[in-house]
DNA sequence: GTGAAAGCGCTAACAG
DNA sequence: CTGTTAGCGCTTTCAC
């Protein structure tokens, strides 16, 4: 492969014009930049990152860490940090954490070889003993995105899970429910934390309480949600509604009360936080609490760009986006 | 931070030795070899690929093109080439063209900057101009996966396109359908042309034609299937099934279907090609022909690792997985 | 404006 | 088995 000397040559200048003329980081006459770009074009010359990055000590490379790029919501922040990195001059690396820390441990441990240049994260546990492995594996900018994780002072971008649980709760309330299960995700993450303890207090302000034995967790999986609905739903006092804090969790509340041949909203109402993309094809359509995922990812991008180009150091600052509450056919009045 | 030389003082031994260890690539004392574990753990070295890869001349990076993670499809084939490649001890570098053979191209380029070992290509066009284009742009061993490009002579993993066309027009005019509307892809894409002239030639085969103002051009886009299908089933002559050539387009139909408050199989049949994650819970549980996408994938990365370890070029050899009829509630005898 | 030269962190060849 | 050393391709002083 030709190299920046090859192009040197052809162009009959110095090495280092050539990296002038590239990078734009000194003034060059028009005529010499013109002679270079031909002799770049005519022998097909392409930078070599890896020797661009040893020697600058910059790769110009993102990390983007998700739990599932199977799961929509988070392909679409794949999709958007590529697009927003690429136009700030930086490339990606999309991994999957399968939600298994260790993993998530695996893939710090590559990035940092890869010399990323700053992180988006979104994190598997939310404690501190996991924070203090993050801190001991991380050491350039990171946000955390959607969640996030005790003593690791990142910057963070989340919803306002608080409103998204009173959105949730109050509506199913309003309704006149009275008996209403909550599909929880993995304990130990923020997100399923703050939704869950939200709930808790939607319902006391209402006077009512959310029973422990309502809250049926599953992981933030579809197979274990529809697992804990299918018994939850198979029980002689099931409950009038069910609210699951995750997409892949309404899911699997679906497919149970599809399965058992329950009607929503007739017998059950379901609702979930994080929307789908076509809802109109789903029977029923779904009542969710939508987050603005894309402006959240946007947010996330340049909030870790303005990190790494300012060189100082994050505050731990959160950022909360707001939740819509978007009502379609699958919650009814209770008893109707 | 840490380098190897400073792993090599501090474990008492050279520099080659600490490589020697690192990589196993000559043989080391054991003594030796715990001593220079320690201190890499001691410091917290972490190899630095960029230099690595410069100084070998090989990345260990695999660049992965496909059109749009969002589309469950490809977010299938991010996921399985991620998980294969890195058990090869390589890391893989997903990028979107979004359809755009111009973005394409770009991508390719970074590729090129990034010296990746080997490319995983799902191309926006099938013809020789794009093949062109292609070569004087790629000089690392490629494999196509589910279409191919013309002049392009790269080993390909696809679907048997033929078979699966065949599948559902078999079963739409087994079920008494005459009137069948094809929704298509985009022009000039290999997937597209080889599934339509076999919907043409299985329509030949029972002695019928498959007219042009009965293909409905779509660009494999949902939005675009929705307003074709729209137009198609608002018409008095509108057609009695309906056969979507890819997921998205699928769903574009069936939101065509339930905005015109058509009932599905009752007032037209709907099949497509490609699975869904959750079919019961849509409305209805679509028909379709399933690829067998993660197998489609696990291959081609397997065939492109073994280009890669072998050195030799590859001949165009084309490998075909079977496709298979799902039959689920979505097509109902004609006149039922 | 241009050119020469040092060196980023690493591998691999070679001499001991 | 260990140590020295020459670069991989590039950026970046620094002298001209």
Same mark, same amino acid.
């Given at each position: 492969?030709?190299?920046?000397?090859?192009?040197?040559?052809?162009?009959?200048?110095?090495?280092?014009?050539?990296?002038?003329?590239?990078?734009?980081?000194?003034?060059?006459?028009?005529?010499?930049?013109?002679?270079?770009?031909?002799?770049?074009?005519?022998?097909?010359?392409?930078?070599?990152?890896?020797?661009?990055?040893?020697?600058?000590?910059?790769?110009?490379?993102?990390?983007?860490?998700?739990?599932?790029?199977?799961?929509?919501?988070?392909?679409?922040?794949?999709?958007?940090?590529?697009?927003?990195?690429?136009?700030?001059?930086?490339?990606?690396?999309?991994?999957?954490?399968?939600?298994?820390?260790?993993? $998530?441990? +695996?893939?710090?441990?590559?990035? %940092?070889?890869?010399?990323?240049? !700053? @992180?988006? *994260?979104?994190?598997? /546990?939310?404690?501190?003993?996991?924070?203090?492995?993050?801190?001991?594996?991380?050491?350039?900018?990171?946000?955390?995105?959607?969640?996030?994780?005790?003593?690791?002072?990142?910057?963070?971008?989340?919803?306002?899970?608080?409103?998204?649980?009173?959105?949730?709760?109050?509506?199913?309330?309003?309704?006149?429910?009275?008996?209403?299960?909550?599909?929880?995700?993995?304990?130990?993450?923020?997100?399923? $934390?703050? +939704?869950?303890?939200?709930?808790? %207090?939607?319902?006391?302000?209402? !006077? @009512?309480? *959310?029973?422990?034995? /309502?809250?049926?967790?599953?992981?933030?999986?579809?197979?274990?949600?529809?697992?804990?609905?299918?018994?939850?739903?198979?029980?002689?006092?099931?409950?009038?509604?069910?609210?699951?804090?995750?997409?892949?969790?309404?899911?699997?509340?679906?497919?149970?009360?599809?399965?058992?041949?329950?009607?929503?909203?007739?017998?059950?109402?379901?609702?979930?936080?994080?929307?789908?993309?076509?809802?109109?094809?789903?029977?029923?359509?779904?009542?969710?609490?939508?987050?603005?995922?894309?402006?959240?990812?946007?947010?996330?991008?340049?909030?870790?760009?303005?990190?790494?180009?300012?060189?100082?150091?994050?505050?731990?600052?959160?950022?909360?986006?707001?939740?819509?509450?978007?009502?379609?056919?699958?919650?009814?009045?209770?008893?109707?």
């Amino acid at each position: 492969m030709a190299t920046i000397k090859d192009v040197a040559r052809r162009a009959g200048v110095a090495i280092s014009t050539v990296s002038a003329v590239i990078n734009r980081s000194a003034p060059v006459s028009d005529d010499v930049i013109l002679r270079v770009q031909d002799a770049i074009r005519e022998i097909g010359y392409v930078q070599h990152s890896a020797a661009k990055a040893l020697r600058s000590g910059n790769s110009r490379l993102i990390g983007v860490i998700v739990p599932d790029i199977t799961n929509p919501h988070f392909s679409t922040v794949a999709r958007v940090a590529e697009k927003v990195c690429m136009e700030a001059g930086y490339m990606t690396f999309v991994y999957n954490t399968g939600e298994d820390a260790d993993q $998530e441990m +695996r893939i710090l441990q590559m990035m %940092r070889m890869q010399r990323v240049a !700053g @992180l988006i *994260l979104i994190s598997t /546990r939310s404690d501190a003993a996991h924070g203090a492995r993050l801190m001991s594996e991380i050491n350039v900018p990171t946000v955390f995105l959607g969640s996030y994780v005790e003593e690791a002072p990142f910057d963070m971008i989340t919803l306002d899970e608080d409103r998204a649980s009173h959105l949730a709760v109050d509506y199913l309330l309003g309704l006149g429910h009275r008996d209403v299960a909550v599909i929880s995700g993995r304990a130990g993450v923020s997100t399923n $934390e703050e +939704r869950l303890n939200a709930c808790r %207090r939607a319902f006391a302000e209402h !006077g @009512l309480e *959310l029973r422990d034995d /309502r809250i049926i967790p599953a992981n933030f999986s579809q197979q274990q949600a529809y697992d804990g609905a299918l018994a939850l739903l198979a029980a002689k006092d099931r409950p009038t509604a069910i609210f699951a804090l995750s997409n892949m969790m309404t899911i699997g509340v679906m497919r149970a009360l599809l399965s058992l041949k329950l009607s929503c909203p007739g017998d059950v109402s379901l609702i979930g936080i994080d929307d789908f993309e076509w809802p109109e094809i789903m029977n029923p359509p779904i009542s969710v609490v939508a987050q603005p995922i894309v402006a959240m990812t946007e947010c996330a991008i340049r909030t870790l760009l303005d990190q790494i180009t300012s060189k100082k150091d994050p505050v731990g600052h959160r950022t909360m986006f707001p939740p819509e509450l978007i009502i379609r056919a699958s919650c009814a009045p209770v008893g109707r």
